[in-house]
Nanobody, 131 residues
């Protein structure tokens, strides 16, 4: 069992920055690929970014490339999402998620963009970007 807790959300003006954190507890954090997803009001939850268990591969949805950076600190059992140049369309509840997919199956970008690949989820943190 892995317990995930997000923090760092809030209200920010367009063009501003936020850093989300996701603290993990339970199992060996370094065994897990970590993902960030978001869900805007009235929309489906969508992939934002992932980082594999070794930290060697990251990927992003096209709309955040060049603005968001995912990173992990295994000593702190924490994954981060640095969000710069925020836009109103980034407004959503942001969720972190964990899976051991890559450790046992090898890397698959397509798989790690799927919600169903992740077995553990946090409760989410609200990010609101005002125009």
């Amino acid at each position: 069992q892995v317990h995930l807790v997000e923090s760092g959300g809030g209200l920010v003006q367009a063009g501003g920055s936020l850093r989300l954190s996701c603290a993990a507890s339970g199992r060996t954090f370094s065994d897990y690929d970590m993902g960030w997803f978001r869900q805007a009001s009235g929309k489906e939850r969508e992939f934002v970014a992932h980082i594999i268990w070794t930290g060697g591969i990251t990927d992003y949805t096209d709309s955040v490339k060049g603005r968001f950076t995912i990173s992990r600190d295994d000593a702190k059992n924490t994954v981060y999402l640095q969000m710069n140049s925020l836009k109103p369309e980034d407004t959503a509840v942001y969720y972190c998620a964990a899976t051991t997919y890559s450790k046992f199956n090898g890397y698959s970008r397509s798989e790690l963009t799927r919600l169903n690949a992740y077995g553990y989820w946090g409760q989410g943190t609200q990010v609101t970007v005002s125009s």
